[in-house]
């Protein structure tokens, strides 16, 4: 049965409800609620209007003069159209005197271009980051970014948190057995990041040698193999989740190898195109553990998901960021 769980409150000094204003765009209400509920402070209204030429408009229904804004935005699809809503709120923001401006993105999807690999190609995520910063954003907070070094694109302070806490909290609250079990992680990209989810548990890793072949496949090279013999479970790790691809190529050649239970987990869960049908023919995958960074309707969930909120995760950066107190410890690159 799917499950949508939250993390433990954490919250000692509070945030001043009339210095700040939080506002949400379209892709993500449900999350920028629950951050607004961890911090009790309202969420205010924003319009939102489509012309018929295709045009958007869009008001902040609260001022925010003077004030520290906070708008949610997950780069989900439609992209193109929830990025253009998130720098249309950000310029809206700056322009009505705004005395912060925060751009609170649980899912970066520009992350994968962090680099040029063929002629005459755009490094989008460095753009997107530089149309941020334009638009009025002075400082960004983000989760798992697929490239770390995007986080060295923006000119602004950047935030990139971590989900690891909470699926790690999760996996023990739930005494999940981790008898015979290895870490997975599908490429050397997630490989440092599995290392210390696994650490966390006591547990060995492997990662496989992908090359993606294109947008929805992939291969696994067969040295994988070697590394996973004699283990009876896997916890496939990985940033996120988008056609499935990755997952799937890599859970049939762990069954291949005797592996005889897997759970998938990931930050970031998608699930595009036929991702869900093509996990749901795999019985082996027992369990589907990711987080609302990206919202899934109840309907779109397999009865197999987990969906822990990090409500709580940005909630707590959020109040420390405005008390001036360290969140080293909430970043994604946090190995105590």
């Given at each position: 049965?799917?499950e949508?769980?939250?993390?433990?409150?954490?919250?000692?000094?509070?945030i001043?409800?009339?210095?700040?204003?939080?506002?949400?765009?379209?892709?993500?209400?449900?999350?920028?609620?629950?951050i607004?509920?961890?911090l009790?402070?309202?969420?205010?209204?924003?319009?939102f209007?489509r012309?018929?030429?295709?045009?958007?408009?869009?008001?902040?229904?609260?001022s925010?003069?003077?004030?520290?804004?906070?708008?949610v935005?997950?780069l989900?699809?439609?992209?193109?159209?929830?990025?253009?809503?998130l720098?249309m709120m950000?310029?809206i923001?700056?322009?009505?005197?705004a005395?912060?401006?925060?751009?609170?993105?649980p899912?970066?999807?520009?992350?994968?271009s962090?680099?040029?690999?063929?002629?005459?190609?755009?490094?989008?995520?460095?753009l997107?980051?530089?149309?941020?910063?334009?638009?009025?954003?002075?400082?960004?907070?983000?989760?798992?970014?697929?490239?770390?070094?995007?986080h060295?694109?923006?000119?602004?302070?950047?935030?990139?948190?971590?989900?690891?806490?909470?699926?790690?909290?999760?996996?023990?609250?739930?005494?999940?057995?981790?008898?015979?079990?290895?870490?997975?992680?599908?490429?050397?990209?997630?490989?440092?990041?599995?290392?210390?989810?696994a650490?966390?548990?006591?547990?060995p890793?492997?990662?496989?040698?992908?090359?993606?072949v294109?947008?929805?496949?992939?291969?696994?090279g067969?040295t994988?193999?070697?590394?996973v013999?004699?283990?009876?479970?896997?916890?496939?790790y990985?940033?996120?989740?988008?056609?499935?691809g990755?997952?799937i190529?890599?859970?049939?050649?762990?069954?291949?190898?005797?592996?005889?239970?897997?759970?998938?987990?990931?930050?970031?869960g998608?699930?595009?195109?036929?991702?869900r049908?093509?996990?749901a023919?795999i019985?082996?995958i027992?369990?589907i553990?990711?987080?609302?960074?990206?919202?899934?309707a109840?309907?779109?969930?397999?009865?197999?998901?987990?969906?822990l909120?990090?409500?709580?995760?940005?909630?707590?950066?959020?109040?420390?960021?405005?008390?001036?107190?360290?969140?080293?410890?909430?970043f994604?690159y946090w190995d105590?």
């Amino acid at each position: 049965m799917t499950e949508l769980i939250s993390g433990k409150t954490m919250t000692s000094g509070q945030i001043e409800p009339d210095d700040v204003r939080f506002f949400s765009g379209q892709s993500n209400i449900p999350l920028a609620e629950g951050i607004t509920t961890h911090l009790g402070v309202p969420l205010a209204r924003t319009q939102f209007q489509r012309f018929t030429n295709d045009n958007m408009r869009i008001q902040l229904c609260a001022s925010v003069r003077g004030r520290k804004v906070y708008i949610v935005q997950s780069l989900v699809p439609p992209v193109s159209d929830n990025l253009m809503e998130l720098l249309m709120m950000i310029d809206i923001a700056r322009a009505a005197a705004a005395k912060e401006v925060h751009a609170i993105i649980p899912y970066f999807s520009y992350a994968r271009s962090d680099k040029k690999d063929a002629p005459r190609i755009s490094i989008t995520a460095r753009l997107i980051a530089d149309l941020l910063v334009t638009a009025g954003a002075t400082h960004v907070m983000t989760m798992q970014l697929h490239s770390p070094q995007v986080h060295g694109f923006f000119s602004v302070p950047t935030d990139p948190l971590t989900a690891r806490g909470r699926i790690v909290e999760y996996i023990l609250d739930s005494r999940t057995d981790l008898s015979n079990a290895i870490v997975v992680a599908p490429d050397a990209g997630i490989g440092k990041s599995a290392a210390r989810f696994a650490s966390h548990l006591g547990l060995p890793t492997a990662v496989a040698s992908k090359t993606r072949v294109s947008d929805t496949r992939v291969e696994i090279g067969e040295t994988l193999q070697r590394q996973v013999q004699g283990f009876r479970s896997a916890l496939i790790y990985d940033d996120e989740i988008a056609t499935g691809g990755s997952v799937i190529e890599l859970s049939n050649l762990l069954i291949e190898s005797g592996v005889e239970k897997i759970r998938t987990i990931c930050t970031h869960g998608l699930f595009l195109g036929r991702a869900r049908e093509r996990l749901a023919a795999i019985p082996q995958i027992t369990e589907i553990i990711t987080t609302d960074t990206v919202y899934l309707a109840p309907h779109e969930r397999l009865p197999n998901m987990t969906i822990l909120s990090v409500a709580d995760v940005f909630g707590e950066a959020i109040r420390r960021n405005y008390l001036h107190e360290s969140i080293g410890d909430l970043f994604t690159y946090w190995d105590e």
